[in-house]
T-cell receptor
Framework: DAGVIQSPRHEVTEMGQEVTLRCKPI?????LFWYRQTMMRGLELLIY????????DSGMPEDRFSAKMPNASFSTLKIQPSEPRDSAVYFC?????????????FGPGTRLTVL | AQSVTQLGSHVSVSEGALVLLRCNYS??????LFWYVQYPNQGLQLLLK??????LVKGINGFEAEFKKSETSFHLTKPSAHMSDAAEYFC???????????FGSGTQLTVLP
C-alpha cells in the first residue's frame, strides 16, 4: 500500500518567492494534517482537515500561509511570500475515517530552505 | 486539553543496555497515547499505542510501554538497545473527542557501541 506521498522532498527558494507543498493522503483516509518541524519549536500542527473541510487552522503562523484540500486525495500548503524563518521540514499526515484512536500516518516530509 | 512532557531531550545508552524514555501526560478526558519514532530524514512512524484495552502495550522492534494512570505516565522501554534504535522518539496524546494529536518535544536516543 502506498503511504502518504509528499512532493517535493526538498525545496530551496529565495526570500519572497511563492512555495507550494503537496500531499496525497492514504486512500480512504478522511483527515489530513499539516505539521512543521524545526529545532527551535519542535513539531507544530499548522492545520487539519476533516472530509476536505478545514477544522482547525489556529496553528497557521500568519496570513502568508494558506492550505487547501480540493478533494479527498490532494492537499496543498502554500507560503507566499516565503521568508528565511519559514525554513523547516513540513510533514503531512492522514488518519482513517474508521480510526477510533486518532492514529496518524505521516509522509516523508518536505525540507524547505528559504535563502 | 491535553499536553505531553518528555523528560530528557537526549538519552544515551550502550548497545545491549535497557532503554527507558519517559513521557508524562495531562488530559482532561481518558487519553489515547502513542509513541512515534523518527529516523534521520524520515517521517514519523508509529511504534505503539495505548487505547485502554491493556495497560502494557507491545510495539514494533521490541519496544513496549506501560500506561500508569496514577502516575500519568506512559514510559517507553526496550530491554536491550540495538544500534538501529538510534532515532528521535515522540510521545503523543489524544482525547476521544478530538482528532488532533499533541506531541511532546521529542527525545533523541543515541546508542553507543
Amino acid at each position: 500500500d502506498a503511504g502518504v506521498i509528499q512532493s517535493p522532498r526538498h525545496e530551496v527558494t529565495e526570500m519572497g518567492q511563492e512555495v507550494t507543498l503537496r500531499c496525497k493522503p492514504i486512500s480512504g483516509h478522511n483527515s489530513l494534517f499539516w505539521y512543521r518541524q524545526t529545532m527551535m519549536r519542535g513539531l507544530e500542527l499548522l492545520i487539519y482537515f476533516n472530509n476536505n473541510v478545514p477544522i482547525d487552522d489556529s496553528g497557521m503562523p500568519e496570513d502568508r500561509f494558506s492550505a487547501k484540500m480540493p478533494n479527498a486525495s490532494f492537499s496543498t500548503l502554500k507560503i507566499q511570500p516565503s521568508e528565511p524563518r519559514d525554513s523547516a521540514v513540513y510533514f503531512c499526515a492522514s488518519a482513517p475515517a474508521s480510526g477510533m484512536y486518532n492514529e496518524q500516518f505521516f509522509g516523508p516530509g518536505t525540507r524547505l530552505t528559504v535563502l | 486539553a491535553q499536553s505531553v512532557t518528555q523528560l530528557g531531550s537526549h538519552v544515551s545508552v550502550s548497545e545491549g543496555a535497557l532503554v527507558l524514555l519517559r513521557c508524562n501526560y495531562s488530559s482532561s478526558v481518558p487519553p489515547y497515547l502513542f509513541w512515534y519514532v523518527q529516523y534521520p530524514n524520515q517521517g514519523l512512524q508509529l511504534l505503539l499505542k495505548y487505547t485502554s484495552a491493556a495497560t502494557l502495550v507491545k510495539g514494533i522492534n521490541g519496544f513496549e510501554a506501560e500506561f500508569k494512570k496514577s502516575e500519568t505516565s506512559f514510559h517507553l522501554t526496550k530491554p536491550s538497545a540495538h544500534m538501529s534504535d538510534a532515532a528521535e522518539y515522540f510521545c503523543a496524546v489524544s482525547g476521544s473527542s478530538a482528532r488532533q494529536l499533541t506531541f511532546g518535544s521529542g527525545t533523541q536516543l543515541t546508542v553507543l557501541p
